[in-house]
């Protein structure tokens, strides 16, 4: 049984930056293309970065573009999502997603197969 788990969620004041981080257990995360998604209440899930296996390819949503960078070390098992620049908009539960295979831009909940529990992420103005 994949599982991924989410960390280094946490109450950020606004303009500030927080790195949250995936680690999956069972299979090496370098198996698996990576999404970040976030969701706040009564909202869908909304696509906040993803990369590739290798970590040559990056995507961003709209609204972290330029403020916020994910990378991978598959030695170390983990994914990391830095955010800059924090809004109280930013404020939701951060998930983190694999997917065996992908098609398309990488930007919908369908196209992964696991998904963590979630980090709460909380920024104060």
């Known amino acids: 049984q994949v599982e991924l788990v989410e960390s280094g969620g946490g109450t950020v004041q606004a303009g500030g930056s927080l790195r949250l981080q995936c680690t999956a257990s069972a299979r090496a995360l370098s198996d698996f293309f990576v999404g970040w998604f976030r969701r706040t209440p009564g909202k869908e899930r909304e696509f906040v970065a993803a990369i590739s296996w290798s970590g040559s390819s990056t995507y961003y949503g709209d609204s972290v573009k330029g403020r916020s960078t994910i990378s991978r070390d598959n030695a170390k098992n983990t994914v990391d999502l830095q955010i800059e620049n924090l809004k109280p908009d930013d404020t939701a539960v951060y998930y983190c997603?694999?997917?065996?295979?992908?098609?398309?831009?990488?930007?919908?909940?369908?196209?992964?197969?696991?998904w963590g529990q979630g980090t709460q992420v909380l920024v104060s103005s």
């Open positions: 997603a694999g997917a065996d295979g992908t098609y398309g831009y990488p930007n919908e909940e369908h196209q992964y197969d696991y």
